[in-house]
């Protein structure tokens, strides 16, 4: 049995049972870091002493369960995981791809680290990304390019392209990445796993080093959408001490995750926006999956929603002078700190006038109202998740074909939609491609349900 | 019988029972517009016209009411109001106090609107106020000043200062003014009426001119808290055509009313910002208020709340660059076209650059997430309207004194929280001082009950 490829599932009905042990899963993956990573750069930092430590503490945990009985320990018990190196985590040094934070040693775990610490889980180490998680070119300019474990040369996405190399790789079982304009479903798509943004405010950003304050997005990274939720179920809720966090309690993601998609009503994005840039592969895998939903009795409708163009400009924007605002004093002490494109945008983004930003935030309340009112017809709307699949790390049209990764993962960071990336087969060239499956705000239960539904068939 | 010194409920009564007619009650106010106006100068323009017709249909439904029953027109049947005239109203000019708008004649009746004429009211004329909302002197440079009828060599206080001035000397009978930083409750304070700014997207702003997208509110204006409450009645609920509206049901703000204050929980804000720069007969005014409500049967506790200072300045830098984007191509071409404060406020707005706005616009997210924290402790918040009252039209600390004006009340448009000006007494020179209540969002239902339980004892 490889310990490494297991569902989150599997591994914890092994562990209850006491087929194998924490501590066994654990190694296994360590094994495999030290392995694999040497090629892959999926970490910047692997945790191997903290993750004994905790595997130890679940093992105890799971045998007193064996021995006593008592509440049985949740799913994430003993699962050994890793993080996007933003996350802060007490004691262990969180980077967030960049120079600026290289010394960092937060005092505080991140809330959502503490929900999952609580939950059981073990920490393999801190994930590769993006610089400030906002490059837009291949590489990491600290800390290496994060590759593709699909194919070498090619880049495994951003930000979070650790997070969706390791567990691809079988580095890890569950990680946590960030989005802002597509930081999760894009490398999920490019890599060939799970990646759910969730509606902003669903989940705590607290001690989650920030990108833009208006638009990050915190949310689960797995190889399939159970194992997607049962991280998200961990994480989901309100945190009264993160300004950003909206007081409402979190739905059951699991329990009714295998009902299936018979009766959704969905929109399938056949405009102009999702087709003149788009690979022809990933237009037909679409079109394909659109084809499942049909069988699977769901009701599939063309529509057009041609205002995500207009979203994606303004989330743009947003991003580049958030980013800016947030990093003003190193901008203005140590701008050679960091690398060239990452400068390069913050710079974009100091020239952006107030008047421009404000605009953008006026299409973002009305996009994001007119988005919404979409969803009073559909339940669901089906996109790829990104228009071509990973392009290679050094290449003749490598930087433009980064820059159209965000174009359709983008409108739903500024409208604050939910939206999962999950995969939908491979390119004639072997690469994987995604779909997005987007909702309207608080909807996660069901975009899960759907995805859930059509990963079943499309296995 | 002064039929333009009745309250709403009392002409409501009148008029359903066939005592007086909506012709006699317009016709009143009609002539002391023609009587008192050339001084006070509070209207723009007065639709006579509309509003004979107007009573003239509503004596209709009167009457067949009385004459064959069914179901009981709204107090508001037959009412004559006046509206600050930035909301737009069809074929009427609506001028936002401005050149720009001078000749602008909408084709549609802003949302509330449409709702005042649906529950029956009268239209008797437009408002005067500061150009575009923002300017801070006295004296609208288009339009002239507006006096204040308690001391006519005295401000009405902005910006819908013609909105108080008409109410306050019986030329209409209720009105709804908006508010950016105090613009309703500070005329109410300042010439000794009542003005409710709501909670941020309980009322439909949509048709009224904006001054900021981010920090607008509409609101009523009226001689007493039921007369607020029923216009709050009319005009409060979800708009799906509005992005700002938020889709919660309006509670139900008369039937209880008049219940009392036993047993509420209120902050009397005591800190130094509160007291610094406050003429001490307000600090006097505000203390008083709370022993009345200890003997109402409250409990009130000294506090703090010394973020309201952060909360101010926030508010001011996204007040002047909101509006600068809003009005960026008339700044572009006819500069000369804005009066000259209102020049130097765009103009500074302007000159706030994206990080500037971005770090207000991050102020905003964590003091409303305060505010709203200090509200899970108690029930309402007690301040000084304004810390002054009236200053003079033309004096030697006339700009000095207006500018101090929006000290207490912007803290609560940068929030979204819901507080209300009502009348508490007057100064040694017989000027009106006002009472702020604030409450966490959605709880005007409360502020509407304190505040009339105040209003029934301080008579």
Redesign the interface.
């Known amino acids: 049995m490889d310990l490494t490829k297991l569902s989150i599932t599997q591994a914890s009905g092994l562990l209850q049972k006491g087929d194998i042990t924490s501590g066994e899963l654990t190694d296994a993956h360590l094994e495999e870091i030290s392995k694999l990573d040497p090629q892959l750069n999926a970490f910047i930092t692997v945790t191997a002493d903290v993750a004994k430590q905790q595997a130890k503490e679940a093992d105890q945990i799971l045998g007193r369960y064996r021995s006593s009985g008592g509440a049985k320990p949740g799913a994430l018990c003993g699962i050994p995981i890793a993080l996007k190196d933003l996350y802060e985590t007490r004691g262990i040094r969180t980077t967030a791809g960049s120079t600026f934070f290289a010394d960092f040693i937060p005092k505080a775990n991140a809330k959502v680290v503490d929900k999952l610490f609580d939950a059981g889980a073990v920490l393999l180490g801190k994930l590769n990304m993006h610089e400030i998680a906002l490059g837009v070119t291949t590489v990491n300019p600290h800390f290496g390019a994060c590759r593709n474990p699909r194919s070498l040369d090619r880049i495994a996405g951003g930000s979070s392209g650790g997070s969706a190399a390791a567990l691809v790789a079988g580095l890890c079982m569950g990680s946590l990445g960030s989005d802002t304009g597509g930081s999760i479903r894009i490398p999920a798509s490019l890599c060939g796993c799970v990646g759910l943004k969730p509606t902003y405010g669903r989940v705590s950003v607290r001690g989650v080093i920030p990108l833009s ?2 638009l990050d997005h915190a949310g689960p990274m797995a190889r399939n959408v159970m194992d997607a939720a049962l991280l998200f179920q961990a994480i989901a809720g309100h945190d ?1 001490l993160d ?2 966090s909206v007081d409402r309690p979190a739905d059951d993601y699991c329990s009714s995750i295998a009902i299936g998609a018979k009766g959704l009503k969905i929109g399938w994005a056949k405009g102009e926006f999702f087709s003149e840039k788009t690979d022809p592969g990933v237009v037909q895998a679409v079109h394909e999956a659109a084809r499942v939903f049909q069988n699977l009795g769901a009701h599939v409708f063309d529509v057009d929603f041609s205002d995500a163009r207009e979203a994606s400009g303004a989330n743009g924007i947003m991003t580049v ?2 980013a ?2 947030f990093h ?1 004093e190193g901008l203005k002490k140590h701008p050679g700190k960091f690398g060239k494109d990452v400068l390069e945008r913050l710079q974009m ?2 020239a ?8 953008a ?2 299409s973002q ?2 996009l ?3 988005f919404i ?1 979409f969803f009073e017809n559909y339940d669901l709307l089906l996109t790829p998740t990104t228009p071509v699949p990973a392009p290679l790390i050094v290449g003749p049209n490598a930087v433009e074909q980064a820059s159209l990764l965000t174009r359709f993962t983008a409108p739903f960071n500024l409208t604050g939609l939910p939206a999962i990336s999950i995969p939908c087969g491979f390119t004639t060239n072997s690469l994987p491609m995604g779909l997005q499956i987007i909702g309207p705000p608080w909807s996660e239960a069901k975009i899960l349900r759907a995805a859930h539904a059509y990963e079943r068939i499309a296995q």
Do not use: F, M
């Open positions: 304050w208006n009264p300004p950003y002078s958030d800016a605002a003003e983004g100091v952006v006038t107030s008047t421009q930003y404000i605009k935030r006026r309340s009305i994001r109202h007119k009112r």
